[in-house]
């Protein structure tokens, strides 16, 4: 693997000398779908020690990439990066196809190594953290669109956090959704009636068919569901998936294979009903064979973590559990009949406190 690193990298430096001039590349730190990452110092550094260099991320984009959609990446990290937890850019070197982007580079461990141990506190401030790099890119009408822990880097020792990767992000879509047959679907022409990609290309960053997300558990039911209008709630959404994950200390949480696997996961998370519900307001239609109630994410996060529920839930959701005969009854069908679970707040459909615990345990036992 090193082998192929090093040559990686001599490669690299082969087709681009200038970055050799300015940087020494030191090791691969980081591959996504789109890129390949370095690790680099600035030459004129180079009789320095390690603690005071000053060191970069060195991302070398994947030549097959549009180079409208490279354009775009860049302008984001222009345009909102440098501030509020988001990554910015201080330099981009080009020549022919080979195009990388100098960004500062932050230590960081893997999330695996920290979600099963962050306290309540620590995880307040990286919730915190997220959500400001999330709100400062929304105010530029800008959705990431690929909100996971690789790429918010956590530095713990010094509590730095960045949001990187603008590989897939868009502007928000106000239109709204087009007609079917006409609309989106149609390629953009130009005025000899002949396709145009550079056009295309720089139309679908504003509206239109969204690129596809990597199959990983942050989809939103709007992008599984392949909704053309998505706004910034696909990342709200997935930074909602990467709470659930540190209080279930589970990760990946969700793991669907495709789409509809990761409807089905959804679906026995929330409840068939509440997908159903979410569907149709965006305009589909979804069809399940059974029927889910959902799971109490309280009992839920309990479980995993093999902690006692809080004496207050256990003993509210007592008379419906474990009473039986006509007070039992009784006491189920006033639960029923109240529009909340006062345990665990869900709608009494959805809830699983009362009398599915059994649903809850097979589910955890699949994460
Ligand atoms: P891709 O678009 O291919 O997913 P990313 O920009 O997400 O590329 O980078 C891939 C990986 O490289 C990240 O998950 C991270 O581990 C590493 N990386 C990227 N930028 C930095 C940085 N500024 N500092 C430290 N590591 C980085
Ligand atoms: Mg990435």
Known sequence: KEDTEK???????RKLPK????FEVHKKIGEGTFSSVYLGSLRQHCHLSDKEKKWFAIKHLVPTAHPARIEHELRCLQDMGGKNNVIGVELC???????????PYIPHKKFSEYVGDMDAAELQRYMRALLSALQHVHSFGVIHRDVKPSNFLYDRENQRYLLIDFGLAQRICYEPEPEPNIGSRKRPRDEDGVANDAKRAALDLSVGTPRPQPVEGFRPPEVLLCVARQGCGVDVWAAGVVLA??????????????DAAALAELADFLGTRSLRDAAQHL????????????????RLVARLRGEQLPERYA???APATRASGAAGAAAAAAAA??????????RAEHCVCRDDDQKAEEWAEGV
């Open 7 to 13: 040559r990686q990298i001599v490669e690299l430096i």
């Open 93 to 103: 070197l080009r020549h022919m196809d080979t195009i990388v982007f100098i960004m």
């Open 337 to 346: 009949a109240c529009h909340s679970c006062r345990s665990c707040r869900l």
């Open 315 to 317: 003993r509210r959701a």
């Open 283 to 298: 305009g589909r239609r979804l069809v399940t064979s059974t029927e889910r109630r959902g799971l109490c994410l309280r």
């Open 19 to 22: 970055l050799d001039k300015i």
């Open 245 to 258: 994950s540190v209080l279930c200390r589970r990760y990946p949480l969700f793991r669907g294979a495709d």
